[in-house]
């Protein structure tokens, strides 16, 4: 029997740990470590550099598009008139909806306007390196064929075809790479998988219709495990990336130890750090917010959605303009991350044009400006990102950090490139430039025109036109030695 409270406990130290700090130190739950661990992961074993060579392609890439993508597209945010709140692949659990009801959904899902060329061709325009689509989300049913549960897309559905094949055929002829989302913890179709459940922490089981209830154990023998093994085997080179969610206290580490033991024979898979039972995997995923300094020393990811939801809702038009993409990327390729951006197709497949549209307008300025991102290094400098408030503080108590919005940068071994947000007037200045700058010129002017720099004491100041290249970001490079 479990709380709400240790459920999220477990699952913040993975997930989020900005969101719900205080809750682990309320319930003092302890989190096995590394050394504990039953089965060695990959991270435990290998060295630095081959570590760094398992990386590489992922720290190169910068950006990648998610897709939430299911039966949740069909009701998209309605159930039985009324509008559900809240992230619209959550529908099933939000409205409380009996996993008959839920279920009877795939017999009428036919997407057939889905052309995975077309998909991955728009990832491939809006400059992203790797898709990872959900192959199972929360709601148990598998966008894959499956021989270890019938409820998945070509057993269960009049399209009986599999999309996840088709991608994977398409991300292999377009050169972009596949990862799969797959919710191991929570399922909520499959007696024994789990359920959080915000607004009914007194049920024991967080469960709310009685063919939910089962082994946690039994489920993860008879559904996940062999589904990963499906996942993991079935596609070819394919996938690069396992993307876990939301463990739950169910997660043990010696449940999470035979998942691992599957995980470690692809020894060049790179997997997430929510797979739970106290491993750390590879990367950290900070959702729907930028950390204000990344994270020093590990990998990292941060997911967001263009709107407020993840899964397709019919009635979410709260987009982000495509200059709050473009320099959330250019913030947090500044910081040394990953920026995973997520589409969520409708019922028939299609992606929602205002999505489209963005993502061909990010990929315009990435034609021309990639080089400032790809590959490259964080900042060495810092302080353009922000500055810690005073006398604000955050749901942490800590002071709060406070997002300037003037420029970035990022670096490679012979370049400083600055992103130019707010165009600084005829001269820009860099006090404390750790490197001997011999040049500069604006990335987006085809013919590289020398601007003048001055040495001013430890720094730097550059000439510039009057008028930015391009109103979102125009790059400045510094060429340095
Ligand atoms: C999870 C999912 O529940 C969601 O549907 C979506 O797939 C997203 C990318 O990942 O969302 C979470 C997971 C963990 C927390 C919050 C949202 N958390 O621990 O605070």
Known sequence: MKTFRQVFAVALVCCSVSAIPALSQIEGETIATSTAHSVAAIQDTETPAQ?????????????????????????????????????????MNNASIPVADYKALASQFNPTDFNAHNIVALAKSAGMKYIVITAKHHDGFAMFASKADPFNIVDATPFHRDPIRELAEECRKQGVKLGFYYSQDQDWTAPGGAAYKTDHHDLPSHHWDPAQDGDFATYLHTKAIPQIKELLTNYADFPV????????????????????????????????????????????????????????????????????????????TNFKSTETLLRNLIDIASKGGNYLLNIGPDSKGNVPPPEVERLRQVGKWLAINGEAIYGTKPTLFGGEAGSFSATEKDAEGKPKFIPAWNWRSTTTADKIYIELFAWPGDSFTLPGVPRTVTGAYLLADNSHAALKVTKTGDGIAVALPSHPLDNIATVLVLTTK
């Open 51 to 91: 570590r760094d060579a398992r990386m590489a392609w992922w720290r190169e890439a910068r950006f990648g598009m998610f897709i939430h993508w299911g039966l949740y597209s069909i009701p998209a945010g309605t159930w039985k008139g009324k509008q559900i709140p809240s992230i619209g692949e959550w529908i």
């Open 241 to 316: 990336v396992i993307w876990f969610d939301t463990p739950t206290a169910d997660m043990t580490p010696a449940l999470a130890g035979e998942i691992v033991a599957l995980l470690n024979q692809h020894p060049n898979l790179i997997w997430n750090n929510r797979l739970g039972g106290g491993y750390k995997g590879d990367t950290e995923t900070p959702e729907q917010y930028i950390p204000a300094q990344g994270f020093p020393g590990r990998d990292w990811e941060a997911c967001m959605t263009m709107n407020d939801t993840w899964g397709y809702k019919s009635y979410d």
